[in-house]
Nanobody, 115 residues
Framework: VQLVESGGGLVQPGGSLRLSCVGSGFTFSTYVMTWFRQAPGKELESVAISYLGGVVKYADSVKGRFTISRDNLANTVYLQMKSLKPEDTAVYYC??????????WGQGTLVTVSS
């Protein structure tokens, strides 16, 4: 089982980035996919969740700016981030969870928002 994130980097405030997370070794379409982030010195935070059936949920801090989407045929979940702020700086992690199955995590990708 593997989750591989990509797309992080350095971006100026107000800019955009799109993160990708490709899963393998499990039945991607049956898993709830979540993007978490951890800023320096802060706790892990759930940012966006993609439930089965198309339902999504966002943290208040990113509503209206971030969009989570998934392509089950490509085993990929995306996080489109717009109007980025310095406080969005964090390591972003992809998580896969399904009832009765082990939880899976990616290695993380660093997003730095700075001028």
């Amino acid at each position: 089982v593997q989750l591989v994130e990509s797309g992080g980097g350095l971006v100026q405030p107000g800019g955009s980035l799109r993160l990708s997370c490709v899963g393998s070794g499990f039945t991607f379409s049956t898993y709830v996919m979540t993007w978490f982030r951890q800023a320096p010195g802060k706790e892990l935070e759930s940012v966006a969740i993609s439930y089965l059936g198309g339902v999504v949920k966002y943290a208040d801090s990113v509503k209206g700016r971030f969009t989570i989407s998934r392509d089950n045929l490509a085993n990929t979940v995306y996080l489109q981030m717009k109007s980025l702020k310095p406080e969005d700086t964090a390591v972003y992690y992809c998580n896969a969870k399904a009832f009765g199955n082990p939880e899976h995590w990616g290695q993380g990708t660093l997003v730095t928002v700075s001028s």
